[in-house]
């Protein structure tokens, strides 16, 4: 995996979730998630920069886990699956 700091920079979406590039997330074991794009190449690279990266924690929450995901630059997302039943 390669890490490209320029071209993630200058191709920024005022979203946080830019679905016109990015093709996935990488959640790392030391708390890190980054954004993962297309590198030309067949492969994957790191989004790194505003909105392209961060810190997560898991909160275990008894019968559910909630996801804190702070966002490089400043802001926060808060994820808390659910879960249905499947029909």
Same mark, same amino acid.
């Given at each position: 995996?390669?890490d /490209?700091?320029? /071209?993630?920079?200058?191709?920024? /979406?005022?979203?946080?979730?830019?679905?016109? /590039?990015?093709?996935?997330?990488?959640?790392?074991?030391?708390g890190?998630?980054?954004?993962?794009?297309?590198?030309?190449?067949?492969?994957?690279?790191?989004?790194?920069?505003?909105?392209?990266?961060?810190?997560?924690?898991?909160?275990?929450?008894?019968?559910?886990?909630q996801?804190?995901?702070?966002?490089?630059?400043?802001?926060?997302?808060?994820?808390?699956?659910?879960?249905?039943?499947?029909?």
């Amino acid at each position: 995996m390669r890490d /490209s700091d320029e /071209s993630r920079e200058t191709d920024r /979406s005022p979203s946080h979730c830019d679905r016109t /590039s990015e093709i996935g997330l990488e959640l790392t074991q030391d708390g890190q998630w980054y954004k993962l794009y297309p590198d030309g190449a067949g492969g994957l690279e790191r989004g790194h920069g505003l909105d392209h990266e961060g810190t997560y924690e898991l909160l275990y929450e008894g019968d559910h886990i909630q996801m804190n995901m702070a966002i490089s630059g400043g802001g926060f997302i808060y994820i808390v699956p659910s879960s249905r039943p499947i029909p």
